[in-house]
């Protein structure tokens, strides 16, 4: 039976980041995408040494790279004794074998690397379940793979059937099994949840979303005036934390919930539903974004997707711009001609141009440095405050 394992972090290794980028790919994106797959390595245990990028209309099916490209990975891996590669994106089955062949050290890909990052992180019952159910359902397809031997039992007779394939389908029907029992304790742990929120009373839901490490557990203490675990490293937080909050004489509850990320492998937002549920059903988002990093526009939109996938899109929401103490630009010469981009723009110039599209629902704040945190305060208030004259016109004493 092949086991459930994770990765110790502590246990550190040199690694290579492998990625495939269309022939018209921006530079500078590419390196944007690396950064954070060597920050997810990171946070994993490895140490990355080098980067490759391979420029392809479209990965190929068999090794995701090219033979020549393979090659010149290959040799620079012995030259420098590295058995860790890791892939910016979903190897399929056949393509991870294909390239475990060639290349004979660990293959791993984003996915396998996130999911490792979540069992690393993982620290109640319902996270671990949840992590090792998505865990499983990655490695079913590949536990081919898994049987170095099988090739040689094979080998010798010519024929199908051997004991090394007997239990492969030993291992897939074992996975099987332990799927399906995952998936029955998490529906339990589900409808206790799902009683949890009925049991709420009538306070308003408030939840804080966002692409990870953008300082929501930060905000969730500063708010609820809690020990939420906040931590400058990815996905600090997979179970969702429901605290009461007072705003003035405004109560309702606040949730924190897992940080989002791009390519975020599908068995982890099946698995993590009840936990995204906290999103689909609040009465108001509060979108967190780290106004400090270089693409934080891209994350909106990869959260904005991820709410419309979980079918959460049409929430009030106040996006809440993070860490403004630790926003940067570059001011442009007056005789630099050159068109105006987002690394020109000032603070203030953001925030005009966001509060304009958004009608005022957003706000600015550093929630390390208690920046504009009054003000914060005041939005949460006004719309928790109408939301709840709303939907409940006849009690309204507090107000």
Wanted: proline content about 2%; hydrophobic content about 35%.
């Amino acid at each position: 039976m092949i086991e459930y394992s994770i990765k110790p972090a502590d246990i550190q290794e040199d690694a290579i980041l492998i990625t495939v980028a269309g022939k018209r790919d921006d530079a500078e994106q590419i390196d944007e995408y690396l950064d954070e797959l060597e920050f997810l390595t990171l946070t994993y245990g490895g140490i990355t040494v080098k980067r490759f990028v391979q420029r392809l209309e479209k990965p190929d099916k068999s090794t995701y790279i090219g033979k020549g490209k393979i090659t010149e990975i290959r040799e620079y891996a012995e030259a420098n004794n590295i058995k860790l590669l890791v892939f910016d994106d979903e190897l399929s089955p056949a393509q991870q074998r294909n390239l475990e062949k060639e290349m004979k050290v660990k293959i791993i890909d984003r996915n396998f690397l996130i999911l490792q990052i979540f069992a690393q992180r993982a620290q109640t019952a319902y996270a671990k379940t949840q992590v090792e159910l998505a865990y499983q359902q990655y490695m079913l397809p590949r536990l081919v793979g898994l049987w170095t031997h099988l090739e040689r039992q094979r080998g010798g007779t010519g024929t199908r059937g051997g004991s090394g394939e007997k239990e492969i389908e030993t291992d897939r029907r074992n996975i099987r099994d332990r799927i399906s029992l995952l998936k029955e304790k998490l529906k339990e742990i589900d409808k206790q949840m799902v009683t949890q929120r009925k049991s709420r009373g009538e306070l308003i839901r408030v939840a804080l979303v966002g692409y990870t490490n953008v300082g929501k557990s930060t905000i969730m203490n500063m708010l609820s005036k809690s020990e939420i675990f906040a931590e400058n490293k990815l996905f600090a937080t997979l179970d969702t934390t429901t605290r009461k909050v007072v705003i003035d004489n405004v109560p309702f509850l606040l949730s924190d919930t897992v940080g989002f990320i791009r390519k975020l492998p599908h068995q982890l937002v099946e698995s993590f539903k009840s936990t995204l549920d906290e999103a689909r059903e609040a009465d108001l988002l509060l979108h967190v974004v780290d106004i400090s990093h270089k693409s934080f526009e891209d994350q909106i939109n990869v959260v904005n997707q991820t709410m419309t996938d979980i079918k959460a899109s049409d929430k009030p929401t106040i996006l809440v711009f993070n860490k403004i103490d630790a926003y940067t630009y570059e001011e442009k010469e007056a005789d630099d001609l050159t068109p105006i981009t987002r690394e020109n723009l000032s603070l203030e110039d953001l925030k005009r141009t966001w509060m304009s599209k958004l009608n005022n629902s957003c706000v600015f704040i550093s929630a390390t440095d208690k920046q504009n945190i009054e003000e914060f305060k005041k939005v949460i208030y006004d719309t928790v405050k109408d939301l709840h004259v709303k939907r409940y016109p006849y009690n309204n004493f507090l107000y």
